[in-house]
């Protein structure tokens, strides 16, 4: 199998479990951002998303109690505050970052500070 059809199997995988517990969640919580409080309906609820809050994506439970939701901006913010703590605990830990780093060799021109 191509690494492409690969990437999309589970894509499609990913978007069919959102679509199960973002259903659920949506039918359990007012359609309220837990965060900011903004009321969405009609086309304006697809800006209201399904937050996870022990940020693991299998942990599902029927009633809805690891659930929150939070609008799109309020969601990016809420995982932006987890990274600068330290507790960025995504359920895919294999992507590591190869590229540049503007600090990367910064150690190296100020020599070693034993010596």
Not at 16 to 25: L, M, V
Not at 86 to 93: I, L, M, P, S
């Amino acid at each position: 199998m191509k690494r492409s059809d690969q990437l999309e199997r589970i894509h499609q995988q990913m978007a069919e479990r959102e679509k199960g517990y973002r259903a659920k969640a949506l039918k359990l919580y007012p359609h309220v951002c837990a965060s900011c409080g903004r009321e969405f309906e009609g086309s304006k609820l697809k800006e209201l998303t399904v937050h996870h809050k022990d940020h693991n994506h299998q942990n599902n439970p029927p009633d809805g109690s690891n659930w929150e939701l939070l609008c799109v901006y309020c969601h990016d913010h809420e995982h932006e505050k987890q990274k600068m703590k330290g507790f960025n605990t995504t359920a895919d830990d294999s992507f590591e970052s190869k590229g540049f780093s503007a600090f990367g060799a910064l150690d190296s021109l100020f020599g070693n500070k034993d010596e």
